[in-house]
């Protein structure tokens, strides 16, 4: 797969994400937020990080950068796009996905590991993987408390497009085991053509024996038997 993966001032996780997949034998681009041409990847990322500091929102200054308007015409042209964090936090200010992520319900900055459970395999995000899967994911941030209107929950739901929920190593889904507040659970969604996912979790830090766990591993694999299948 050919991966590019953008840098806005104040990403932090973007040489984590390009790491994993060059390891994994992918071909991998680093695109500056100034820059106008994404390399025409197979998969875009947005990474983790504090893009223009969080001044404003969060993400909120994102759409300032030259890449921007690259980036939303790549989505609109059914691109793949994984928006990790900051990179959620992004795709909702754009209005790529519904929704925006509030300051934790706790006005606590929250980072250690956390279960969140695959709720669908309809995406190529969760290609392959069985729901129910409770997997143990990091988190870090201050601000991913995901909140949506009634209405916009209930399409989610009907559309099947909730794709993570927090949970317990037992993949329970509780309020017991919601670390910010984010409505019905939710970790990660994904858009209307189910090619764009915001999540909240970083997967790319749980790639790796040295960190504990690879169930990180879990959704990039799903990413490669996608383009896999297509083959």
């Keep these: 797969m050919k991966i590019s993966v953008i840098t806005y001032p104040g990403s932090n996780c973007d040489a984590d994400a390009r790491e994993v997949f ?8 680093a695109i ?19 893009s223009y ?9 994102a759409h300032t950068s030259p890449i921007s308007a690259e980036l939303i015409s790549y989505a609109a042209s059914g691109g793949m796009i994984l928006g990790i964090c ?3 936090q992004i795709l909702t200010e754009l209005g790529l996905l519904p929704g925006a992520l509030l300051m934790n319900a706790h006005l606590q900055f929250v980072c250690k590991h ?3 459970r695959v709720e669908s395999a309809n995406s190529p995000f969760t290609f392959g993987l069985k729901p129910g899967t409770a997997l143990d994911i990091p988190i870090a941030h201050k601000e991913g408390n995901y909140f949506i209107d009634p209405d916009g929950l209930k399409a989610l739901q009907d559309e099947d497009r909730i794709l993570f929920r927090y949970c317990n190593a037992e993949g329970i ?10 409505i019905d659970n939710i970790a990660g969604i994904c858009s209307a053509n189910r090619r764009i996912l915001g999540m909240m979790p970083h ?3 749980a790639c790796s024996p040295a960190v504990r766990n690879t169930d990180g591993l879990q959704i990039i694999e799903a990413v490669e038997r996608y383009f896999e299948s297509l083959a």
Excluded: M, T
């Excluded at 500091?53 to 200054?61: E, S």
């Design 114 to 116: 956390q279960h969140i």
């Design 173 to 182: 889904v509780s309020e017991e085991y919601n670390p910010n507040g984010a």
């Design 22 to 29: 060059a390891l994994r034998g992918h071909s991998v681009k």
């Design 203 to 205: 997967p790319e830090r």
């Design 53 to 61: 500091g969080d001044y404003l929102r969060c993400g909120a200054l």
């Design 86 to 88: 900051n990179g959620f």
């Design 32 to 50: 500056w937020h100034k820059d106008h041409d994404l390399g025409s990847p197979d998969l875009l990322i947005l990474p983790g990080g504090f």
